[in-house]
């Protein structure tokens, strides 16, 4: 088993570049996933790494082989797409072994070790049926159970659990971090948009944005240190809340103060709906009134407008019965990212005490 | 109860119910396709009657039912020796045509190349010219190939006939099949030529289907390819060549010739009859995609 790694990653489709000077470095074992909006070039990257896309500059190199030059079949790796791409003329145990046949395995250990992919996945039962006599889920074991039967090094998911349903989803997941485990040593890259995905499947996640690298780090590294504006917002449910802050002045005019070396560069400020607590009257920070309230069961997220009329959202404790229309005035504890005009992230400031007059 | 109480007194009052609808359709359509299969009940008939008969004899069921016509046909008049070239012309050009155009086909519709759509145009335009023009020159062409006077060169231009449909038939298939299906035979490691034979194919079996019946049929009917190939070359005929020839010059053998066309007919409607789910599916299947 082996880690992967980029260095210098580049792709044009003609002359539009869509991964830009990629450097990713994959541990042998790790489950590493690849995070980012829709059309950043997740799918191109992971294609890449398969060999089903031309590098166009840098270096590929799995298990300490430089791959760029080889067959996708020759690098180790194995793939499961999106749609699964079963072969539907097949039954699920041709399916599986397919690949091993074609290329000379002789047929009882084909069998063999379809059998014993089949027993992990708990597909046993289906292993004479065609395709379209399964379920999305089954189906989606099966595309697992072919990676499975030809020993990978490398495993490679493109988005796999997007055609499931909600339920299902979650549940494949859990089954995937157990596969890992089972595997071990298996080195996995998987590729979602799905950010509760990346947190929950991933030793290391990468945030891409437009073809280049936004931030690579543990799961709770991206959430409590996002390095820039785009990963704080895009990791982490809901969203984060970010505030302008134009010359040390809130939107509503009224002056931050901001302790620190850095505290003159600071140009948002960003904090998650916990780090918002309920402040005495005309002593908190931002005077709100709610606009939605969404009951989770274990939290509450209240919707609300700032008088600077902008939405943010705070979370109450689930019997916390908020209704429509109330207000609020807000003070902010717990952690605040601060980040400056080109939206990196800033060290070295903090909220002054008494940082703002009391609200509007 | 009361339901069809009700349903009956109102087909009372209204004499096209949709039941006597569709009866009545049945009926017509029954009609037309009587009259379709005339021609071929009365050849068949025909065949079993001795000579003296065929006109006399106003029933179709002939009096005197005797397979000497047959025998004549088959024997003296070369009719085996015409039935097994049409199997060979017939048989040879399906399976070329099929590989040929499942194979461009492929190509066609799932590979970018320079030149393609010049190519495509090309091909397209050949459907515009009519037959005729271009014998002679397939003739000469095989003439200087060497195989103008065998079986093989006659096998090899009825491939021809269809072939640029049936390749579009292909590429139009082939365009639709998911290209992650590839991928994954791909990264299986399993070859271009595999992957085709093992993956591509069994996946356009509808296509496949319709290309052999309608090549089969196309092979086995064609007169005027093989009339004017065969010109020189008697022992080359085929079955539509050779029926023609019990049209002698100042005689007509009727019997020798029912018998010979119901030869000729009975292996081709079998091939249908067998294919015919498959044919349907592959016709229904190249209209929607
Ligand atoms: N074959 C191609 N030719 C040209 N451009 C392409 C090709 N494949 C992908 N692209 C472009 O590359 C960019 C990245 O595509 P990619 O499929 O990698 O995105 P993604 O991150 O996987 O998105 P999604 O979450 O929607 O799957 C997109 O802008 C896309 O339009
Ligand atoms: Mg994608």
Known sequence: MSGVTLRNVKKNFGSVEVIRDVDITIEEGEFCVFVGPSGCGKSTLLRMIAGLEETTSGTIEIGGRIVNDLNPSQRGTAMVFQTYALYPHMTVERNMGFGLLMNGVSKSLVKEKVAKAARILQIEKLLDRKPKQLSGGQRQRVAIGRAIVRDPEVFLFDEPLSN????????????????????????????????????????????????????????????????????????????????????????????????????????????????????????????????????????????????????????????????????????????????????????????????????? | MSDTAVASSRSQKVFLTPRRKRQITSIILAGICAVWVYPLIWMIAASFKPNSELFSNQSMIPIDPTLENYIRAWTEANLQRYFFNTLFVTVGSVVITTLAAALAGYVLGRRAFPGKWVLMGLMVFTLFIPQGYTIIPIFQLLTNLGIGQSLWGLMLATCGHNIVIFMLLFAGYFTQIPKELEEASRMDGVGPVKTFWYVMLPLAKPIVVTVVVMQALMAWNDFLLPLVITLANPAMRTLSVGIYSFKGEHFVDWGGMTASSTIAIVPIVLLFLFLQRYFIDGLAGAVKG
């Open chain 1, 164 to 360: 499931l349903d909600a339920e299902l989803r979650v549940a494949t997941r859990l089954e995937i971090a157990k596969l890992h485990s089972q595997l071990r040593g298996a080195t996995m890259v998987y590729v979602t948009h799905d950010q509760v995905e990346a947190m929950t499947l991933a030793d290391k996640i990468v945030v891409l944005r437009d073809g280049r690298v936004e931030q690579v780090g543990a799961p709770m590294d991206l959430y409590n240190n996002p390095a820039n504006v785009f990963v704080a917002g895009f990791i982490g449910s809901p969203k984060m809340n970010f505030v302008d802050v134009n010359h040390g002045q809130l939107p509503d005019g009224r002056v931050l103060r901001l302790d620190g070396p850095n505290a003159a560069s600071v140009a948002t400020i960003g904090f998650r709906s916990d780090s918002l607590k309920p402040a005495d009257q005309g002593n908190g920070m931002i005077s709100a009134k709610v606009s939605v309230v969404e009951r989770l069961g274990d939290a509450e997220y209240v919707h609300f407008q700032t008088p600077w009329e902008q939405e943010l959202v705070a979370r109450f404790p689930p019997e916390a019965e908020v209704g429509l229309d109330a207000t609020f005035e807000f003070e902010l504890s717990g952690k605040i990212h601060f980040f400056d005009a080109n939206g990196r992230a800033l060290a070295n400031v903090m909220l002054a005490s008494g940082a703002v007059a009391k609200p509007v």
